[in-house]
């Protein structure tokens, strides 16, 4: 059966569908729906929501508005085509905090104190902090860094030497090796001697699995517009948890067309299964893309990676 349901002034939302149902809600903000398969129209200047989790099948994504999802409600095969408009993935950042292990550690600072000294000059703090149950956890003789190095006076291993007083600077990303697996349920920072400016203050925090002779990055903390003590050499003064989440599922196959666009909010990952000529917009995320993915459209924000 097909069927066009049009909502009401309110909701400003069509769905075209083979079977589905839709119940619109009086807010207008976000929807009720069972979609399993189907056209998703959503206005230019409009932002809905589905509410729960969506069915297995193909979505195509219609209108100039944008789609909000979450990871979390795409369980199970599906494709989305993003013809027109924008698709928004958000990380789910309201259950527990949640302990992680790894042995790869990655941190991609995208935003530093704004009008302040030296702002937009790079990112710089004096030592990365992991903790376990409130306790510090301390890094393994074998821990390493494959960051970019600024200096070495300033390189990425200062960022996790034990010495409050030597500074990690503008080795961006910051990624880690501990030789070993690591467990952990919180992480903080310390700022180094000079420039609030270069303070972090927002940032995507990552833990990596090789798979394959490759590191697959999985987000395990976002965080946006904290504003770190202005006094140096100084603990942030809060411990940030870990809670996994923020994957885009390998079995959800997503095509950007030339007029799409795909909002990935706190993702992180190789995004084997994008592909299309349009726009990726990376908010507070990093992206990998393989060789041979077939994306070739543009990416703007966040870190990210073309393998070859």
Request: proline share 5%.
């Amino acid at each position: 059966m097909n069927a066009i349901l049009r909502g009401g002034a309110e909701d400003g939302i069509i769905f075209s569908m083979k079977t589905s149902a839709f119940f619109a809600t009086a807010a207008a903000a976000a929807v009720s729906l069972s979609l399993c398969g189907g056209t998703v129209f959503v206005p230019a200047g409009e932002t809905k929501r589905p509410v729960g989790t969506i069915s297995d099948g193909a979505i195509v994504k219609e209108g100039a508005g944008t789609l909000d999802l979450s990871a979390a409600a795409l369980e199970g095969k599906k494709a989305i085509v993003i013809r027109e408009g924008a698709v928004r993935f958000a990380m789910e950042r309201s259950g527990e905090p949640k302990a992680v292990k790894t042995r790869h550690l990655r941190w991609t600072i995208t935003g530093t104190r704004p009008n302040a000294e030296y702002s937009g000059s790079g990112p710089q703090f004096s030592e990365f902090r992991l903790f376990y149950k409130g306790e510090p956890v301390k890094f393994p003789a074998t821990t390493r860094s494959t960051s970019p190095k600024h200096s070495d006076v300033e390189g990425a291993d200062k960022g996790f030497d034990g010495n409050l007083h030597t500074k990690c600077y503008k080795s961006a990303p910051f990624v880690l090796d501990f030789g070993t697996e690591v467990a952990f349920d919180a992480y903080s920072y310390a700022t180094a001697n000079d420039a609030i400016g270069r303070d972090p203050r927002d940032w995507v925090l990552e833990i990596g699995e090789r798979r394959n002779g490759k590191i697959v990055w999985r987000v395990a903390g976002v965080e946006r517009g904290f504003e770190a003590p202005t006094k140096r050499f100084a603990e942030a003064g809060k411990k940030f948890p870990t809670s996994l989440g923020g994957t885009i599922p390998l079995d959800c196959q997503i095509e950007v067309c030339g007029k799409g666009r795909l909002i990935l909010d706190g993702i992180g990952g190789r995004l084997e299964n994008v592909k299309g000529s349009g726009l990726v917009e990376l908010v507070n995320s990093s992206a990998t893309f393989p060789a041979g993915s077939g994306f070739a459209g543009s990416v703007i924000g966040g870190a990210v990676t073309f393998e070859k």
